[in-house]
């Protein structure tokens, strides 16, 4: 089946719940994305210096 043949009315709300499904996915991504930057942010004060000579040391 395609997408015309589900009728006059059918494509808008399928456009509606898709718009609103990616206004969620987008809002849901944001906020991850702030969380490891938070999280990123904390360990990077946790320890210091200590990633800058661990690197030096490993490789």
């Known amino acids: ?13 399928r456009d509606a719940r898709l718009k609103q499904a990616l ?3 987008l809002a849901r991504r944001k906020a991850q994305a702030r969380a490891r930057s938070a999280e990123d ?8 210096r200590d ?4 690197a030096e040391r490993n490789g």
């Open 1 to 13: 089946m395609s997408r015309n043949d589900t009728g006059s009315g059918g494509g808008s709300d």
């Open 23 to 25: 206004k969620a996915n």
């Open 41 to 48: 942010a904390a360990d990077s004060t946790e320890t210091g």
């Open 51 to 54: 990633n800058a000579g661990e």
